[in-house]
């Protein structure tokens, strides 16, 4: 089998002290065939200098207006060719050079490929793996309790995917993975076991959390019903006050 063409999207806005160390964290990849595209909402900060320095390893780039992060995200979708979609914003990386190159080869085929994510301050200093961790065998009603993959963690087939519901200002990565995930059968759902991700923590759901929550919340019910999951949230809110007992913080 050829191995399979995969889309990385980079999403960024005025990021230049961060740009570059996604952009090499992909076009250093040892895997052959990634379209990397990068999607810039109109910089003014010199991150389009990053990018056009590095157009050479960049298959396809846009820096113009949008209208969020998430209508930014449905620009680079329109633009993947590839067999799987992977989004790698600005201040996040592939975990190593190796990375992408591991996560195909844990199972040939699968419609989903997922793994673990650590996390990174400011400062890109470890803070260690993230509160939630990742399922044994991940499906659509896996986030019941939270969302316990990154979005950086998870390789999608480009034919289950659909665009971004722009309804959703800050949590609708989650919305989409559980669209896709419910098309797919659990046995086509891969673990690689493995970190793959490297997730800079304090983007725009930490600094707008309540408005996170909600959206958060109504997705849950739109998926898994309003009875199950005020249920569900109760058991999340013992969850994170006991993890608050022993761990006195969380990094997610």
Do not use: C
């Not at 087939?157 to 959703?168: A, G, H, K, Q």
């Not at 983007?203 to 996170?212: I, L, N, P, T």
């Amino acid at each position: 089998m050829n191995p399979p063409k995969l889309t990385v999207i980079t999403i960024v806005y005025n990021n230049v002290q961060d740009i570059e160390r996604t952009i090499r964290s992909v076009i250093q990849q040892t895997y052959p065939d990634i379209e990397y595209i990068v999607v810039d909402g109109g910089s003014t900060d010199g991150t389009v200098d990053v990018i056009q320095r590095h157009t050479n390893r960049i298959s396809r780039w846009v820096s113009e207006p949008d209208g969020g992060i998430y209508d930014a995200m449905n620009k680079g979708l329109g633009m993947a060719t590839g067999d799987y979609v992977l989004f790698m914003n600005s201040g996040d990386e592939l975990y190593d050079h190796h990375t992408v190159e591991q996560v195909f080869a844990a199972a040939p085929g699968a419609a989903i490929y997922y793994g673990e994510t650590e996390m990174y301050d400011a400062n890109w200093e470890s803070l260690g793996l993230r509160r939630h961790g990742i399922p044994e065998q991940f499906t659509w009603r896996s986030f019941r309790y939270g969302m316990n993959i990154s979005h950086q963690a998870i390789y999608v087939r480009r034919s289950i995917t659909e665009p971004y519901d722009l309804r959703y200002r800050l949590s609708s990565d989650i919305d989409w993975i559980i669209r896709a995930a419910k098309k797919v059968q659990p046995g086509e759902i891969v673990n690689t076991r493995r970190l793959v991700a490297k997730y800079l923590v304090g983007g725009m759901s930490k600094k707008r959390h309540w408005q996170s929550l909600w959206e958060r919340f109504l997705i849950f019910t739109k998926h898994y019903g309003l009875l199950p999951n005020l249920f569900n949230h109760v058991v999340i809110a013992v969850n994170l006050a006991w993890y608050y007992l022993k761990h006195g913080k969380t990094n997610d």
